[in-house]
């Protein structure tokens, strides 16, 4: 009877263990992306400063251009005297969000000069607000005509230097704050390049669900089908861990963790060197800045490996307050994913750190996956001595229940195994009835569901 009940259990727990083990692939490879995150938090880190609408502008500018196919990065991190905030398709451009048309097209003046060049001298592109462009380029052609641009004579020059951005001034100002719609939609674009930034990793995911998935024994059609829901899964959460982390950024939780020092110590502890290969530090940026820079993404890497491990978990409280499972197990679980999170995003990192270029994906999985699977091992075999799972704990409560109802009703062996086949047919056609016997802990209450 012990095996019968034992054997039960297992097609249940086998169950359990694809769905942890799903969990676990979705977890490695989010972790080793987990890097996304941290960038966008730092970036949006920035719009908190005074001005932070133009660095809110420069980012959206930026997301759009990439979700429209072109070639665009973010320069203007380095702080280079007179440099440009972007380049697009090898266009240097930088970028003027005033109040009105004038003021952008002054801020690109200084002394009757146009500020702003490109190595070669020429003059670089200007960007200004969505709305902005036709007056501001009419303003830039009269100041050409009028003599008031040195080393320009032709008016016509001025369409060449004015560039609309894709948002509108008050857009900007209602991104750089938390918790607008503008935000948000923001957020949601990040998320969404964030996705297209990890596709070798989710080719790299999707393959080895697909393979585990025919080494499972499942058909080729089961398996594409595993491996393409694994993928999206994937896909949503890499989207909304990034898009939380840029949010999170606007609420001022920064400022806290910063003052504690404790990223600042770290970044100094390992150096300007290797925080530059671990962290993706503009290699511009002088040694001096690294710690300020390094230390953003590296609370960024923490505010989203907290992100992770919420959303991983959601299920895991979802089934505690349907009583599902204990305390015990839900601190375990959560446990085991904060470990597992924590593992892959170290792992991940010193993979990407010491295989540069195009190692880096591979490296940065490896890494990630190593990494994850030592320290969710690690701590699986310490909490296995601390906490019982409750699938030993159902296992013992099936056996006392049916030992006492076995004496009982006085069965014999060849009708207990009849007794128990009924049993299975009857758990397999209702997945609950497990669940409803681990939600009533009274002996009495339990013989009666198996009665």
Same mark, same amino acid.
């Given at each position: 009877?012990? =095996?019968?009940?034992?054997?039960?259990?297992?097609?249940?727990?086998?169950? %359990?263990?694809?769905?942890?083990?799903?969990?676990?692939?979705?977890?490695? &490879?989010?972790?080793?992306?987990?890097?996304?995150?941290? &960038?966008?938090?730092?970036?949006?880190?920035?719009?908190? #400063?005074?001005?932070?609408?133009?660095?809110?502008?420069?980012?959206?500018?930026?997301?759009?251009?990439?979700?429209?196919? $072109?070639?665009?990065?973010?320069?203007?991190?380095?702080?280079?005297?007179?440099?440009?905030?972007?380049?697009?398709?090898?266009?240097?451009?930088?970028?003027?969000?005033?109040?009105?048309?004038?003021?952008?097209?002054?801020?690109?003046?200084?002394?009757?000069?146009?500020?702003? @060049?490109?190595?070669?001298?020429?003059?670089?592109?200007?960007?200004?607000?969505?709305?902005?462009?036709?007056?501001?380029?009419?303003?830039?052609?009269?100041?050409?005509?009028?003599?008031?641009?040195?080393?320009?004579?032709?008016?016509?020059?001025?369409?060449?230097?004015?560039?609309?951005?894709?948002?509108?001034?008050?857009?900007?100002?209602?991104?750089? $704050?938390?918790?607008?719609?503008?935000?948000?939609?923001?957020?949601?674009?990040?998320?969404?390049?964030?996705?297209?930034?990890?596709?070798?990793?989710?080719?790299?995911?999707?393959?080895?669900?697909?393979?585990?998935? &025919?080494?499972?024994?499942?058909?080729?059609?089961?398996?594409?089908?595993?491996?393409?829901?694994?993928?999206?899964?994937?896909?949503?959460?890499?989207?909304?861990?990034? #898009?939380?982390?840029?949010?999170?950024?606007?609420?001022?939780?920064?400022?806290?963790?910063?003052?504690?020092?404790?990223?600042?110590?770290?970044?100094?502890?390992?150096? /300007?060197?290797?925080?530059?290969?671990?962290?993706?530090?503009?290699?511009?940026?002088?040694?001096?800045?690294?710690?300020?820079?390094?230390?953003?993404?590296?609370?960024?890497?923490? %505010?989203?490996?907290?992100? =992770?491990?919420?959303?991983?978990?959601?299920?895991?409280?979802?089934?505690?307050?349907?009583?599902?499972?204990?305390?015990?197990?839900?601190?375990?679980?959560?446990?085991?994913?904060?470990?597992?999170?924590?593992?892959? #995003?170290?792992?991940?990192?010193?993979?990407?750190?010491?295989?540069?270029?195009?190692?880096?994906?591979?490296?940065?999985?490896?890494?990630?996956?190593?990494?994850?699977?030592?320290? =969710?091992?690690?701590?699986?075999?310490?909490?296995?001595?601390?906490?019982?799972?409750?699938? $030993?704990?159902?296992?013992?409560?099936?056996?006392?229940?049916?030992?006492?109802? =076995?004496?009982?009703?006085?069965?014999?062996?060849?009708?207990?195994?009849?007794?128990?086949?009924?049993?299975? $047919?009857?758990?397999?056609? @209702?997945?609950?009835?497990?669940?409803?016997?681990?939600?009533?802990?009274? /002996?009495?209450?339990?013989?009666?569901?198996?009665?």
């Amino acid at each position: 009877m012990g =095996s019968e009940n034992e054997k039960q259990l297992e097609i249940k727990n086998a169950v %359990i263990s694809d769905a942890n083990q799903q969990k676990e692939v979705i977890a490695t &490879l989010a972790g080793s992306t987990n890097i996304k995150g941290g &960038l966008a938090y730092a970036d949006s880190i920035r719009m908190n #400063a005074k001005q932070g609408h133009g660095f809110a502008a420069e980012q959206t500018n930026n997301v759009d251009d990439r979700l429209a196919g $072109k070639d665009a990065q973010i320069v203007g991190n380095d702080n280079a005297l007179n440099g440009p905030d972007r380049v697009v398709n090898g266009t240097a451009i930088q970028t003027k969000y005033c109040k009105t048309p004038r003021e952008c097209v002054e801020a690109f003046f200084d002394n009757g000069n146009w500020k702003y @060049r490109n190595q070669d001298g020429s003059m670089m592109v200007g960007e200004v607000p969505k709305g902005f462009g036709q007056e501001a380029e009419e303003i830039l052609r009269n100041k050409i005509k009028n003599g008031e641009c040195y080393g320009i004579k032709d008016p016509n020059k001025a369409k060449d230097l004015i560039r609309e951005g894709s948002v509108t001034y008050e857009q900007s100002v209602n991104i750089a $704050k938390f918790g607008t719609i503008d935000g948000l939609i923001y957020d949601a674009k990040r998320g969404i390049v964030a996705v297209s930034e990890s596709v070798p990793f989710l080719g790299i995911g999707a393959a080895l669900v697909f393979c585990k998935s &025919l080494w499972d024994g499942k058909s080729f059609n089961e398996s594409v089908m595993n491996a393409s829901i694994v993928t999206l899964q994937i896909g949503g959460f890499i989207a909304l861990q990034t #898009a939380i982390a840029s949010e999170i950024a606007k609420t001022g939780l920064d400022d806290v963790i910063k003052n504690t020092g404790v990223s600042q110590k770290l970044v100094k502890l390992m150096g /300007p060197d290797l925080s530059k290969k671990i962290f993706p530090v503009n290699p511009k940026v002088a040694n001096a800045a690294v710690v300020e820079e390094a230390s953003k993404i590296l609370r960024g890497n923490l %505010i989203t490996m907290g992100i =992770s491990v919420s959303i991983l978990s959601v299920k895991d409280f979802f089934n505690f307050f349907s009583g599902d499972i204990s305390f015990q197990q839900l601190t375990k679980n959560v446990l085991l994913t904060t470990s597992g999170v924590a593992g892959t #995003a170290v792992g991940a990192a010193i993979g990407s750190a010491f295989a540069p270029g195009i190692g880096s994906v591979v490296g940065g999985f490896v890494g990630g996956f190593v990494g994850g699977s030592v320290a =969710s091992k690690s701590a699986k075999r310490i909490l296995d001595e601390m906490i019982e799972d409750d699938a $030993k704990t159902m296992l013992n409560i099936l056996q006392n229940v049916w030992a006492d109802l =076995s004496y009982d009703y006085m069965l014999s062996e060849s009708e207990a195994a009849l007794a128990m086949a009924e049993f299975k $047919k009857y758990t397999d056609a @209702r997945p609950d009835f497990i669940k409803d016997i681990f939600r009533n802990p009274n /002996p009495i209450t339990q013989k009666k569901f198996l009665s």
